[in-house]
């Protein structure tokens, strides 16, 4: 039950967003890292300063399925283009996880960020890196339900925009 109840709201975000045009949304960026609380990750975003995001962890045995929003802090001198560092939110829940231990856990993970990139001119592969914190809420038979605040949680990624 609480399972289609999150899949419903990640699919109703998903035709929301791909559905808005938005001014300067014009590049597509995908990446490939780790995290702690996503694992071994496959991510794909699509925008400028506003970017939404969806990520799926194939390592972990959680296999957590995220919709990302970043915000990307303009740049001092030119305020039109997004600048290297980020505010990003994800939410991440078992959907594909596998057993018992992964039932009904989800994971919102606010944190801060900075992209490095690789070649200056170019501005198409890099590493983004970033860090904060996460409220992981998982259930426990005996207990119910139990929400943990847990004060770090970080991942690094390399992508290519196109």
Same mark, same amino acid.
């Given at each position: 039950? /609480?399972?289609?109840?999150?899949?419903?709201?990640?699919?109703?975000?998903?035709?929301?967003?791909?559905?808005?045009?938005?001014?300067?949304?014009?590049?597509?960026?995908?990446?490939?890292?780790?995290?702690?609380?996503?694992? +071994?990750?496959?991510?794909?975003?699509?925008?400028?300063?506003?970017?939404?995001?969806?990520?799926?962890?194939?390592?972990?045995?959680?296999?957590?399925?995220?919709?990302? /929003?970043?915000?990307?802090?303009?740049?001092?001198?030119?305020?039109?283009?997004?600048?290297?560092?980020?505010?990003?939110?994800? /939410?991440?829940?078992?959907?594909?996880?596998? +057993?018992?231990?992964?039932?009904?856990?989800?994971?919102?993970?606010?944190?801060?960020?900075?992209?490095?990139?690789?070649?200056?001119?170019?501005?198409?592969? +890099?590493?983004?890196?970033?860090?904060?914190?996460?409220?992981?809420?998982?259930?426990?038979?005996?207990? +119910?339900?139990?929400?943990? /605040?847990?004060?770090?949680?970080?991942?690094?990624?390399?992508?290519?925009?196109?």
């Amino acid at each position: 039950m /609480v399972r289609s109840v999150y899949s419903g709201a990640l699919a109703a975000l998903f035709l929301l967003f791909s559905m808005c045009s938005v001014q300067a949304q014009n590049r597509f960026e995908i990446s490939a890292g780790a995290g702690l609380f996503e694992g +071994g990750f496959l991510k794909a975003k699509y925008g400028n300063r506003i970017e939404i995001g969806l990520s799926q962890d194939f390592v972990s045995q959680l296999h957590t399925t995220g919709l990302e /929003v970043y915000f990307r802090i303009p740049r001092k001198h030119e305020p039109a283009l997004p600048g290297p560092f980020y505010i990003m939110c994800g /939410v991440s829940t078992t959907l594909f996880g596998k +057993g018992y231990d992964t039932f009904e856990q989800t994971f919102i993970y606010p944190r801060i960020g900075r992209s490095f990139l690789f070649r200056r001119k170019t501005g198409r592969a +890099g590493l983004n890196a970033d860090i904060g914190f996460v409220i992981h809420r998982h259930t426990d038979p005996p207990a +119910g339900y139990l929400t943990e /605040v847990i004060p770090i949680s970080c991942s690094t990624g390399f992508f290519y925009r196109f």
